[in-house]
């Protein structure tokens, strides 16, 4: 009777089948409203900065054409002093354009930061609630192959947009 005892009561823990889930991170990031807005916020910037730097590039264009045309009836002086006006100023363009790529991925870094931090705080919500074992993250998590029945990231995508939205 002893047997059957723990037989029994140790066989209901085998009943339980291990839920495991696999995530798909970048797929959220490009089809989640959070995602797409951070997309759209990243080129928002980007285009702003690349027109202020087309402006700035067109500035020295002009400018060393300018040089070049009027080189031939300048002092020495005069020249040589344009010249290092031009490379100070082409320079500060190069350290701009350096500026805002640094802006551009801090930018970035920043939304994808926030948006796992928020992604990774409704799966484990999701995983407490629906009782899963585990979690992995596709790329990350190193998950070479995955059934399709244990992907939960479109139910995921699903409650982040209702999140987001509110």
């Known amino acids: 009777t002893l047997f ?26 490009l ?3 959070a995602g797409k807005a951070s997309q759209a916020e990243i080129n928002k910037q980007g285009k702003a900065m690349e027109a202020e ?7 020295l264009e002009e400018m060393k054409k300018r040089i070049e045309r009027e080189s031939l009836v300048m002092s020495k002086e005069a020249r040589e002093e344009k010249e290092r006006d031009f490379r100070i100023r082409m320079n500060d363009f190069r ?15 920043r939304l994808v930061n926030q948006m ?3 992604v990774f705080d409704l799966v484990e919500e999701i995983g407490k609630k629906e009782g899963y074992l585990l979690v992995l993250e596709k790329m990350e998590g190193g998950v070479i192959y995955a059934p399709k029945s244990i992907d939960i990231t479109d139910k995921l995508i699903q409650l982040y947009n209702v999140r987001y939205a509110q």
């Open 53 to 59: 730097l087309k402006k700035t590039q067109e500035e």
């Open 4 to 29: 059957a005892f723990f037989l029994a009561a140790f066989s209901s823990y085998g009943a339980d089948v291990a839920k495991i889930g696999v995530i798909d991170f970048q797929r959220i990031l």
């Open 31 to 33: 089809t989640s409203s």
């Open 95 to 109: 350290s701009t354009e350096q500026k805002f790529k640094q802006e551009l991925n801090d930018l970035n870094k």
């Open 116 to 118: 796992q931090k928020d």
